[in-house]
């Protein structure tokens, strides 16, 4: 029976080297490979042409080179491409490539499917099937970097894991792709234009904050009522709510001295409120951050959601600014596309490997 070997890219460039030196090569030979993976994005070791012919062999004989693939493009009429990206055990997760002025975003996924529950969300209806590894993570990146040159004439420019998963909850994995992506080595991207956006899950925001990777931290909040944020987002109540949310996020910015950024989705009949609108303000007030103020995108007819009015997005905003919070409206890309915030769940027009739906509770 045939073994499958190991894909060398899930190894560090710590482990890497250490392999090089346990099979009698040269320390730098293992420079070389990782900026061939990472840098150079090569699939395979024969491309590798400034190594000896025979390390390339034994390379080959030792390892394999498994990258996730683009299945399929759509594009939207504002721009916005959503990608179906095909891994390499046959499952599919989605990326998002917006441009937005001199800015172009790539959103991308961290794991298949999500264990947490957020009602507004189209994936929390998709069983989490696994987590990306970190290969699987940069490889969106790379997607995204080339469809930037090739459709957009331009660089990519913002990275944020704000596809499929929760960040937190794949933290080796996504730590291990945000080093390749930040080394010089690798793409050599800054952090500062890397963000991770988490449900809000105060023991790992925490952690995040002692290890800190340089990259900004965003929070999907959508309420700052404990009762109606627990109903959108059952994570809160499981976490000691939002207070325990408020003094992670307290320790981030103490440990960091970077700003967090609130997503705050306005629904209709929901947080459509006076009351809203001053318990957000009370919560903003505590922690150093900005708010981003989120059209709702319904992800179909059954949906139990809706956007609210646009009177309350002015209003939003017109508060919190008055109070010294900075709020903006955000224009929500690839909404026709099911590309939108809250709107990744697998919806191809041809049959993909679709991921399986959770059993209603
Ligand atoms: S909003 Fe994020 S954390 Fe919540 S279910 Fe959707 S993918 Fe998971």
């Known amino acids: 029976m045939q073994t499958r070997k190991p894909d060398i890219r899930s190894l560090s460039r710590e482990e890497l080297t250490q392999w090089f030196e346990q099979n009698g090569e040269k320390p730098y030979r293992a420079k070389q490979v990782y900026e061939w993976l990472w840098n150079k994005n090569a699939d395979s070791f024969d491309r590798m042409t400034n190594l000896p012919k025979d390390l390339r062999r034994r390379l080959a004989e030792n390892f394999s080179i498994s990258k996730a693939g683009l299945q399929q493009i759509r594009r939207s009429a504002d721009g916005t491409l959503k990608n179906a990206v095909g891994l390499p055990d046959g499952l599919v997760v989605e990326s998002v490539v917006i441009p937005s002025g001199k800015r172009l975003t790539v959103c991308v996924s961290s794991q298949v499917g999500c264990s947490l529950d957020c009602t ?42 704000m596809g499929m998963g929760e960040p937190l909850l794949n933290y080796d994995n996504v730590m291990q792709a945000i080093r390749i992506m930040t080394d010089p080595k690798g793409l050599g991207l800054s952090p500062k234009r890397i963000t991770i956006s988490t449900a809000g899950i ?26 109606v944020r627990s109903r959108l987002m059952p994570v809160n109540a499981r976490t000691g709510g939002l207070e325990a949310l408020a003094e992670a996020l307290q320790y981030w910015y103490r440990k960091t001295g970077r700003k967090i950024t609130f997503e705050y ?33 319904p992800a179909d007819s059954f949906d139990p959601y809706q956007n609210a009015d646009e009177e309350w997005f002015e209003k939003y905003r017109n508060e919190l600014t008055r109070r010294g ?31 399986p739906h959770k059993k209603l509770k």
């Open 120 to 161: 507004f969300c189209a994936t929390a209806r998709l069983k989490r099937m696994r987590n990306l590894s970190a290969g699987e993570i940069v490889d969106q990146v790379w997607q995204a970097r080339e469809q930037a040159a090739e459709n957009f004439d331009g660089r990519l420019t913002n990275i944020v894991f």
């Open 325 to 355: 919070i900075t709020a903006t409206i955000r224009h929500s890309a690839g909404s026709d596309i099911e590309a939108a915030c809250g709107q990744l769940a697998g919806k191809w027009e041809t049959d993909l490997p679709s991921i």
């Open 202 to 227: 105060p023991k790992m925001i925490k952690r995040l904050a002692d290890e800190d990777p340089g990259t900004g931290l965003a929070v999907s909040l959508h309420s700052a009522e404990d009762e």
């Open 265 to 297: 989705l306005i629904l209709k009949g929901i947080n459509d409120n006076d009351g809203a609108i001053r318990a957000l303000i009370r919560y903003a007030s505590r922690i150093p951050s900005k708010v981003n103020l989120i059209r709702y995108n």
